[in-house]
């Protein structure tokens, strides 16, 4: 390790220190390997009445029009996470521990069978890997394509 290694990950941004940014990236790349896992299992699922229950609820693909925070927020409120989040956000420089209580809430509240939730999840993942490889999140990258087609058709008459 070094010296700037270390500072980086001593120095404060806001609330939290550099060295909890990399902890967000482990937990982020976990996320996105669950996503994975889960998207298997779905593909492996052959029971039609968990497909049937399913297409009752919203398509994720209508989450991704949303800005990312409003997405979030409203998964905060689905999960009846508010209070759990509103304490994490209270602390003046949140904790470990604090932060595996929230993992733990989440994980409680969000099943795999869940038609409700499952789709927002799939969108609040799809949101963290867009975030990942473009620096961008799905709203932000849909709105840049439409615009950018509307641009070639205005160009192109």
Do not use: C
């Not at 896992?37 to 968990?50: C, D, G, H, S």
């Not at 991704?64 to 602390?91: C, D, G, N």
């Not at 409700?116 to 963290?128: D, E, I, K, R, S």
Request: no cysteine.
């Amino acid at each position: 390790m070094t010296v700037s290694d270390i500072v980086w990950r001593s120095q404060r941004y806001g609330k939290i220190l550099g060295d909890d940014f990399e902890s967000l990236i482990h937990l982020f790349r976990e996320m996105s390997l669950q996503a994975k896992e889960l998207k298997l299992l779905l593909a492996k699922n052959e029971r039609p009445e968990f497909w049937a229950q399913l297409a009752k609820g919203p398509s994720w693909a209508i989450y991704y029009q949303e800005p990312f925070e409003k997405l979030m927020a409203r998964f905060v409120v689905m999960t009846q996470s508010t209070e759990v989040i509103s304490a994490l956000v209270a602390q003046q420089f949140p904790s470990d521990t604090a932060r595996i209580k929230l993992e733990e809430h989440f994980a409680d509240k969000v099943a795999p069978d869940d038609v409700q939730l499952l789709p927002m999840f799939l969108a609040m993942q799809g949101n963290v890997e867009a975030i990942a490889r473009f620096s961008s999140t799905m709203n932000e990258l849909l709105t840049r394509a439409q615009n950018e087609q509307f641009r070639n058709a205005l160009h192109s008459r």
